[in-house]
């Protein structure tokens, strides 16, 4: 890590071990936008539980920032819902959104 570089423990930043919401994501961002670091460095240490919420407005915002953010501790469960949240297209495998699966008139008939 260099001067260049800040690490956020977000657990400390915080003060929390759940990471619950897009408010909290939010600041995040802004913490990160306005670092004048080039490189930002997330740690989940201690995080024991991130939502999809706050996951996903953290990931819609980072490709729209200039810096370099790495996630570094997750665990286990945070780490798949993250990876949950970036998947591409994530709603086209329900059989709702699936054209091929059922006709919107076969899902109103009884």
Do not use: C, G
């Not at 665990?75 to 591409?88: C, I, T």
Request: charged share 25%.
């Amino acid at each position: 890590m260099s001067i260049f570089d800040k690490h956020i423990n977000l657990q400390k930043e915080f003060d929390v071990s759940a990471l619950n919401n897009r408010a909290t994501a939010k600041k995040l961002v802004k913490s990160i936008q306005s670092s004048w670091v080039n490189t930002v460095v997330l740690d989940f240490s201690d995080i024991e539980f991130a939502s999809r919420s706050f996951l996903d407005e953290l990931n819609s915002h980072l490709p729209h920032i200039e810096k370099e953010v790495k996630k570094t501790n997750m665990n286990a469960s945070v780490r798949e819902m993250d990876e949950l949240v970036q998947q591409p297209n994530r709603q086209a495998h329900s059989p709702l959104n699936n054209s091929e699966s059922y006709s919107e008139s076969e899902l109103l008939t009884f």
